[in-house]
């Protein structure tokens, strides 16, 4: 079932608080220097705006731990969204309290008002109702656009949503919800999914939830030294959960037993240290010597998987092949990269890093959709349901 759309409610002269994700990396002097995120919001707001909503905008930045941090200011936010909006945006020093409930009141239809970084008070990650309830205020509609937190029960995505009447799905949210829900409820076949990252621990949920419905899981990452280890081979000074062993070898069998082609890496590149200055060797065989570490995968592998890629109706990609980082360890990601964007198949990208190897690579228009949640698309893929979409209601 799809949720409620910002489409479907109207919004004229009525306050609207909507919640999206600002979550955006500054520099030194408080400037921003990526703002994907407030980009990514732009449609709901600009809807909202042209329905006549009096708009209240609120998100998180960064990490203050229920302290006043001015590093994590929302303040840069609000000035590079009116620029983009080119209209002015007003900013309330506080997300609560007088000084917000003042800038509330002043709104005019049309106009729009982002409030200060809701982690200021620690009472946004505890759920508290009491400050859900002063975050709702006045507010007539509650939009929630923040997919990214959308796996978090905190105030402004979950508690809030029993103090507002009408409560809805923004673009950003709706089309996350489109696509992760293709790849879950309706996948095409042959579905390919790739795998990589550090540790086998963080992502079993979603691997068991593969394991049903892929038909070929490529494996990439620190991740797939603990498989291949798991398997009985050699794998030198290369990072291994070795309390995983037994869970990889689950994880394996289970593959088996449903006839996933469940690929590991057949030929890596390593060196004798995770260093940018280390020299990168290719080694042609499963096993890596004991005095060096993979950090990416081989030639040989990149070939195969590149092959499945290319044979993909579905892909769905969580996680890089290597230290893409560092360039010498970049090249598995770079070719996967590549390969997916150059794929017929409908292509998911999920998960900060992998999103990051896809703008590092340059192939982001060759993808049909990167998810702007790396926490909540991975909880998502994985079967779990997230508490800031299930506090919304169904169209």
Not at 195 to 203: E, F, I, L, M, R
Not at 214 to 239: H, N, P
Not at 244 to 254: C, P, S
Request: with cysteine; aromatic share 4%.
């Amino acid at each position: 079932m799809a949720k409620r759309s910002i489409r479907d409610v109207d919004l004229k002269g009525k306050v609207v608080f909507m919640r999206v994700d600002f979550n955006v990396p500054l520099n030194d002097h408080g400037e921003i220097t990526d703002d994907t995120r407030i980009r990514a919001s732009l449609p709901s707001i600009q809807l909202a705006l042209e329905k006549g909503a009096k708009l209240v905008l609120a998100s998180h930045l960064g990490r203050p731990k229920g302290k006043v941090n001015p590093k994590m200011c929302l303040q840069p936010a609000a000035e590079r969204l009116a620029t983009l909006l080119n209209k002015p945006v007003s900013f309330a020093t506080d997300c609560v309290g007088p000084e917000a409930d003042k800038n509330v009141a002043e709104l005019k239809e049309g106009s729009v008002v982002l409030l200060e970084n809701l982690r200021f008070h620690k009472e946004e990650e505890a759920n508290d109702p009491e400050f859900a309830k002063q975050l709702a205020g006045k507010a007539e509609v509650y939009i929630n656009d923040a997919f990214g937190s959308a796996h978090r029960a905190h105030a402004s995505t979950e508690g809030i949503t029993h103090h507002v009447a009408v409560k809805a799905a923004g673009l950003l949210m709706e089309k996350e919800l489109e696509y992760l829900g293709k790849a879950l409820g309706n996948p095409q076949h042959p579905y390919v999914a790739i795998v990589g990252g550090a540790k086998v621990s963080d992502k079993i949920k979603f691997l068991q939830n593969l394991i049903g419905f892929a038909d070929t899981i490529l494996i990439g990452g620190a991740m797939a030294y603990t498989f291949l280890k798991a398997q009985g081979v050699e794998v030198g000074l290369s990072r291994v959960e070795a309390d995983k062993l037994d869970l990889a070898k689950e994880l394996l069998e289970q593959a088996r037993q449903k006839n996933v082609n469940f690929r590991l890496p057949q030929d890596h590149v390593v060196a004798e240290k995770l260093d940018a200055s280390a020299k990168a060797e290719t080694i042609d065989s499963v096993a890596i010597p004991a005095d060096r570490m993979g950090l990416d995968i081989g030639p040989k592998t990149r070939g195969e998987y590149a092959g499945a890629i290319k044979q993909a109706k579905m892909i769905i990609w969580n996680g890089p092949m290597g230290v893409f980082e560092i360039d010498q360890f970049a090249q598995g990601t770079m070719e996967v990269a590549q390969a997916v964007a150059e794929s017929e198949a409908v292509s998911i990208i999920g998960g900060g890093d992998s999103v990051a190897a896809v703008h590092k690579a340059g192939v982001e228009a060759g993808i049909t959709h990167i998810s702007t949640g790396g926490g909540a698309s991975l909880e998502f893929l994985s079967g779990l349901k997230l508490p800031g979409v299930e506090a919304l209601p169904e169209k």
